[in-house]
């Protein structure tokens, strides 16, 4: 199992990561409003607090350590945090000139993230860590089980295969802190994405189709349960 303790994050949640995380959702929903309006926040608030449709595909690392580490083309530079809280002012500044604004803001206390950059520093391709997600539960997946998700690469460094590398690389970098059981989840219409995924080795375990009413009650062709 991932023991992020040792790399100074708890999953204990105090009242500063609940004011953190209340101070990230004002900036998102900041960022909602001034990019879609006033109908596009009311959207984003019902598919999040009231009703949501989830749909997906789950898969998982079978490789582990086994991974070799990734070559980059020239220029390219791999860094990772396990906790983003460690994320250098000047890399989070990186982030936010190519337009990660929402991946950050989405990110917990204890969430970690992956980046790439090229020469010159800028960011050109990232994800994140999730140890403790909602979306584990939702998915109900193994206790300890770690998700990959938020995958972004600039659309002018598209083609490349640099998503396949990252993906290869953070897969490889978790397996060594210890971490046996590591998944991600991708829309299913999320083609490049999937591509990526599948040729660093994960392997799809299952879909999903869900609907989550008000954040806790999914409903799916099981019945209905708690999150």
Known sequence: MLNLAADGCRFQETQEMKTSRLSRYRIRI????????????????????????????????????????????EGIRFSYWL????????????????????????????DGLWILQAGDGTAVAWGGIYPNSFQAKVLRLPPGAVLLGGNFVVPTFRGKGLHRLALNDIALRLAQHGCRELFAEVRPDNIASLRGLEGARFVRVREVCLRILFRRVVLGHRGVRWA
């Open 30 to 73: 900041r960022e909602i409003l001034n990019r879609q309006g006033w109908k596009g926040l009311a959207r984003f608030l019902f598919q999040r607090i009231v009703w949501r449709q989830w749909h997906s595909i789950v898969l998982k690392d079978p490789v582990g350590t086994s991974r070799r580490p990734s070559t980059y083309p």
């Open 83 to 110: 906790c983003h809280r460690e994320l250098p002012d000047d890399v989070r500044r990186l982030l936010l000139a190519a337009g990660a604004n929402e991946f950050l803001a989405e990110l917990d206390d204890w």
